[in-house]
């Protein structure tokens, strides 16, 4: 069995509820008011957070680039040690009318970076350019302006007396909303939010399915050895309309797997299909659609190098 580590090798402190408060990067003159309430392209309609919950990616990830949109100010991503550049982007699901990005760094931060938006993941325009950020927790905000699907946060050079990579505990985007002119309307603006997973069961537990779901990064479930497929199913207690789902493999983990859907535990829809997954502990965030109770995580083939079994550290569906 593996032995890999859920955490990064350094600590720090989370940011408080406020923003911190230390200096913004000279170059630029981020307000710290709310984002814009007006705009000349949508009358009045308000700012509203876009990003919360959506799919993350990044170049590199020592802790999950999930954590930067989780809406939890304790947690964050952090990308791998001594790399320029690196990167992170949250996929906001179709093009946004983009108003503000606020970033709350934590103290290994960019001392240069840029903010980009693109409408297909693969060609990017640069929103904002950032110089002369400095080494410490800070909270950048920064006017935007334009409709993208995919916001880029690109960090070219670490601030003065950074030794490690990058890291924000939240990344936030704003864009205009559509007028809530019914219920309907005003719930469609809700950011997909973390759902409760009230128990998992698997196939087969070396260690149990629960520590799937338990929050603790720490701690993990593990399959039978060599034993193809095997699973594992989150039940949400009933059906929830659900988003996206992020997984947390451990070293020993999936090349091949479908993601799941079921309301009676025993007829399954496929929502994702992954393939190409290679050995090592890594997070997969992959969007999903449909209303289910039960998802399950059905794993077909082992990465290339893993003798062994299948194993999560944890497993997160997102939705409402």
Known sequence: ???S??????????????????VAPSSTAPSSSAPSSSSAACGNCPSVLVSQGRPVTASTQMTP????VDGNPGTRWESNHGIDP????????????LTQVVIDWEAANAGSYQIQGSTNGTSWTNLKSVTGGTFGTRTDTHAVSGSYRYVRIYATARSAGNQ???????????????????SAASSSLAPAAPLNIVAA?????????ANAIDKNGGTRWESFHAL?????????????????????WEA???????????????????????????FGTRTDTLNIAGSYRYVRIHATARSVGNQWGYSIWEARVLGW
């Open 228 to 248: 193809d497929p095997s699973w594992i199913v989150l039940d949400l207690g009933s059906a929830k309309t659900l988003n996206s789902i992020a997984i947390d």
């Open 5 to 22: 580590v859920a955490s990064s090798s350094r600590s720090s402190v989370a940011p408080s509820s406020v923003a911190p408060s230390s």
């Open 164 to 182: 490690w990579g990058y890291s924000i505990w939240e990344l936030k985007v704003y864009a205009q909303g559509t007028p809530a002119s019914s």
């Open 86 to 97: 690196s990167w992170i982007t949250v996929d906001l699901g179709s093009n946004k009318a």
């Open 252 to 278: 020993a983990n999936a090349a091949t797997y479908t993601v799941q859907g079921s309301n009676d535990n025993s007829n399954w829809t496929t929502l994702a299909t992954r393939t190409g997954g290679t």
């Open 65 to 68: 680039a999930a954590n930067a």
């Open 1 to 3: 069995m593996p032995s």
């Open 201 to 209: 069961t698997a196939s087969t537990a070396l260690t149990p399915a």
